[in-house]
């Protein structure tokens, strides 16, 4: 049972003239259709669909698959950080039906609603969970069904190229943000967890290269503090000697350490704990045990994503400072696709970029708002796929200034 409820998004604009200013009449720019999705078992969640508010339809849609975390609907990060949010503002605006969902158990801003639920959820749930919203979404009367694509981000990267694979006559294009390639337990959470705390230590904190830190150094740093086994309510509480005198405790030393003998160790053990299946119950808001066991058990993108129908467009962005999802796990997607003749395949790396598309270092995922470029580099290539624009030229042209786009695709040329 769906329940249904309209809204619509206004826009208004002031002119200035020399003397006076008009105020442009409120335009309707958007309308919202909130739902009610069944995701059976007697678990259900709360979705929206954007539509353009001018056009008689069906139009081109979109289905948007969140990523890792108890996340609503939007990717609500911060108050100015909600990616989905602005990825069907930006696409309703120009031509597209966007759905979106909360995740099983989830609420607005990513408030547990029933933990239970959350706790529970396996890789398999939120699969099945796309496919209902899928279904949802073809059954909208304003949806073109033979023009239908899946955004999946981050850990959506995992079950958007799964739902198209059987839903091959459904889905025309999938695009992934963030993408996973490889077992994100076994080599991107360690790369998160390990690899890239010690590469941090090695190469920013070690700046007389002997592969030795003091633990003043660590005290002050607060992006190595994180990877540490400390209580996160010392971290809050600011104090210095406190937490100096704990990090002396775990690495038994209140001078120097060692980055190979000692920082990694307790690094390997951190991330085995948070790793770790033997939790009766899910006390966290990032991936409960039950999930990260799916997780280990799953086979990589990288085995899968040849099976994805030779019909279905297939555009893969990544940030090329992304230290969760690194761009290399996009080199393998696209040479898998390569090597296996996907006729119809782009991916587009962006410097200087994140893991939600904002500006990073290579060490840190900065948090805001996409960056217009990448919008509109996401709008062009589905315009082109989605029979709204017969024009190829238009992929490439809008394609940002900070970006290299690696395309073998048959529809549109690459860009350097």
Request: glycine share 6%; aromatic share 6%.
């Amino acid at each position: 049972m769906i329940a249904i409820h309209a809204l619509s998004c206004l826009s208004t604009s002031i002119f200035k003239q020399p003397n006076h200013a008009l105020a442009q009449q409120y335009i309707q720019t958007i309308k919202y259709r909130n739902l009610v999705i069944d995701l059976g078992n007697g678990v259900k969640t709360n979705a929206q669909l954007t539509l353009p508010a001018v056009g008689k339809g069906p139009f081109p849609a979109v289905l948007l698959v969140p990523g890792s975390g108890a996340v609503d609907m939007n990717e609500t990060l911060t108050k100015n950080a909600k990616p989905f949010w602005q990825i069907a503002q930006y696409l309703s605006e120009r031509g597209f039906d966007v759905l979106r969902y909360d995740k099983r158990g989830i609420g607005a801003n990513g408030i547990i609603l029933n933990p239970n639920v959350w706790g529970n959820a396996t890789a398999n749930d939120l699969i099945q969970d796309s496919k209902k919203a899928l279904n949802v979404l073809i059954q909208q009367p304003e949806v073109d069904p033979k023009r239908i694509s899946i955004i999946g981000h981050s850990e959506g990267t995992l079950y958007a190229p799964r739902v198209a694979i059987d839903n091959s006559t459904k889905v025309k294009n999938i695009i992934l943000m963030g993408t996973l390639a490889q077992n994100p337990l076994k080599v991107v959470e360690y790369y998160q967890d390990v690899s890239l705390p010690s590469e941090y230590a090695t190469q920013v904190l070690d700046k007389n290269h002997t592969g030795l830190i003091s633990i003043q150094q660590i005290e002050k740093d607060p992006l190595l503090l994180k990877f540490l086994p400390l209580p996160h309510s010392l971290l809050r509480t600011n104090n210095t000697k406190a937490i100096t005198t704990t990090i002396a405790k775990v690495f038994g030393t209140n001078g120097y350490i060692s980055i190979d003998k000692q920082l990694k160790p307790v690094l390997i053990k951190a991330y085995e704990n948070t790793t770790a299946f033997n939790l009766l119950k899910c006390n966290t808001t990032v991936i409960c045990p039950i999930l990260w066991r799916a997780l280990s058990n799953m086979t990589p993108n990288l085995s899968i994503i040849g099976n994805v129908s030779k019909s279905t467009g297939i555009l893969i962005l990544n940030g090329e400072n992304d230290s969760q999802t690194p761009v290399q796990q996009a080199f393998l997607l696209q040479q898998r696709l390569t090597d296996v003749n996907h006729p119809d395949h782009t991916l587009i790396t962006y410097p200087n970029l994140g893991h939600v598309f904002y500006p990073s270092s290579h060490w840190l995922t900065g948090i805001g708002p996409i960056e217009p470029y990448v919008l509109a580099d996401l709008y062009a290539w589905l315009e082109a796929h989605s029979g709204l624009s017969r024009s190829v030229a238009t992929t490439t042209s809008t394609i940002g200034p900070n970006t290299r786009s690696l395309n073998t695709s048959t529809t549109s040329s690459s860009k350097g």
